[in-house]
């Protein structure tokens, strides 16, 4: 009997891995040579398994011919490090006051032992990747940031210095363009030098965002521990405009954590990121299932909103 040739029908499982194959192959051609821009953090940082699955989507994304570049956070891992080595931390609003000493520990934290895990587990998954930080090369520029505290019993406004903590003002892509052509995958850490010579740490959204728009990312991904926007039925909202993100956060369909993530996926879009996509990273192979599939995944804000999916 010929090779291929049985008497038994094929394997359920083998076939819808077939048709997963079929389906993706239009995404596949669409993406190739395109960049992603992937802000890896929260709960998928933190669990193993879900470590594995993340660096093993960022190597097929570069086997495949498309070009991810990662930047990632480490908040609750700075407070575990200023825990251990007894330097109490002073937050206001829910922000971190940073320190000099403080500064020096997120750097050593962000830059060093995050990074070069991340750079681990992608080259564990067979790929290569550089671990940076938005010092290297001068890839971003940074500006120290202020905060304004309003105090509703006295009706005032009062500034708040948090320090050491910045927000990007320029980037230079060029470092990120070297990497990526080399056949590499660049991991960014958020911490930035400013024009002053201080080192400022930088929101690991706010910092991916910005690389994003100065790459023209046709993705923007920003991996949260939600499914994504839900509506006011807690239902998933899949598809999202600028104008429709303003009228959501208005009549408080979105409030909290969730508004500086869709502010820094408006102003990514609006600088000219095709779009930007909120995805759960609990869920094992997210970004794959939004990038691949016909239904998507999680929560995308475009200029087009629906649009955007039907041509994808």
């Known amino acids: 009997m010929a090779r291929g040739m049985t008497d038994h029908a094929p394997d359920p499982t083998l076939l819808a891995k077939a048709e997963t194959l079929t389906e993706a192959l239009p995404y596949l051609q669409r993406y190739a040579g395109k960049t992603f821009v992937v802000k890896y953090g929260g709960h998928a940082m933190g669990d193993p398994e879900l470590q594995r699955d993340f660096a093993e989507d960022v190597v097929l994304l570069k086997a495949v011919g498309i070009n991810p570049v990662v930047v990632h956070g480490g ?17 206001v609003n829910g922000l971190r006051v940073t320190d000099a000493e403080t500064a020096q520990i997120a ?8 990074n070069k895990d991340i750079v681990g587990w992608i080259g564990q998954a067979g790929g290569r990747a550089v671990g940076i930080s ?13 905060r304004i505290d309003p105090d509703r019993l006295q009706g005032i406004e009062r500034h708040v ?23 590499m995958i660049p991991v960014i850490a958020p911490v930035a030098s400013g024009a002053d010579g201080h080192t400022y740490n930088i929101n690991a959204d706010t910092m991916a965002g910005a690389i994003a728009a100065a790459l023209g990312a ?40 969730m508004i500086p993530k869709l502010e820094t996926c408006v102003a990514a879009v609006q600088a000219g990121v095709d779009a930007a996509v909120i995805l759960d990273g609990r ?12 239904q998507g995944a999680g929560t995308l804000v475009s200029a087009k909103g629906a649009g955007a999916r039907a041509e994808r």
């Open 75 to 91: 908040g609750p891992q700075i407070g575990s490090m200023l825990k251990r080595l007894g330097v109490e931390s002073r937050f």
């Open 107 to 114: 750097e050593m934290v962000l830059a060093g032992s995050i």
């Open 134 to 146: 938005g010092k290297d090369a001068g890839l971003v520029q940074a500006e120290k940031v202020g």
């Open 161 to 183: 210095d948090l320090g050491f903590v910045g927000e990007p003002v320029a980037v230079d892509r060029r470092l990120i363009d070297q990497i990526s052509g080399a056949g």
């Open 218 to 257: 046709a993705r923007f991904f920003l991996l949260t521990d939600v499914a994504g926007v839900l509506d006011k039925t807690g239902d998933l909202m899949t598809d999202l405009t600028p104008a429709m993100v303003r009228g959501l956060r208005e009549d408080g369909t979105i409030t909290g954590g």
């Open 283 to 294: 869920v094992p192979h997210a970004m794959l299932l939004e990038i691949f599939t016909r």
